[in-house]
């Protein structure tokens, strides 16, 4: 059984709240990616960050031990990303995503969760879980949206016994926003509840979102996983 309770609107989506203030310097400039160049072609591009916005999906996995085994993730872009992202690639974004197309954007993914740490972590009552390599990747296009689907095993199955488990979905370095839409789900388990969780920042937080609004698209943040704080997150409780 599975349930999931309606969040705000997440921290870097049209409409979220914002702040006023100051934030580190930029000390690092991006890599030029397939999804970077994509959004440097959009007309709103190359102005505040975050500058690509992604709805999520989330769902929990409990085995037959009641230990959670792994975390399962989607990425839905909006059909104007979806377009500049395909076309980057080479793909045509008019055409069905063939077998072949849909395992070179799956591929192209996997690098860049390698290089972003998955865009993910989890939590059990505070205390951070490992998390393995993403695996099962799927991409797919629905609705003219694109849409990743893939299972983050953790590293180790963890007990829960009453403890809940939080699971974030972010960019490291903020130049994406996440948010996350739709019912979260369970898979496995008895008497477990997930959830969204409603974003509630303090006011230095959002005195820093405002700050980074003034970042050029090609520089990150000067705080170490400044993303964390923006994450879109999602909560699996067990009795």
Known sequence: MARSDEAPPGPGFPGSRRGAGVGGPAVKRLAITPLL??????????AAHPHVFIEAGAGFVVDAEGRLAAVQISHIY??????????????????????????SVAADQALLFDETGGFAALSVAGEAVALAPAQDIAARVEDDRLRIDFTRPLAAPAALDGRPARLAIYDPVYFIAFDLTGPVTVAGGTGCEAKALAWQPTE???????????????????EKDVGRLFAAEAQLTCR
């Open 78 to 103: 909006d059909p104007l990303m979806t377009l500049l992202v395909l076309q980057e690639m080479g793909i045509d974004p008019f055409a069905a995503l063939d077998p072949e197309a849909s395992r």
């Open 204 to 222: 230095a937080v959002l005195a820093l979102q405002a700050a980074l609004a003034d970042l050029p698209v090609d520089e990150t943040p000067a």
């Open 37 to 46: 160049c994509a959004w440097l072609l959009a007309p709103t591009g190359g």
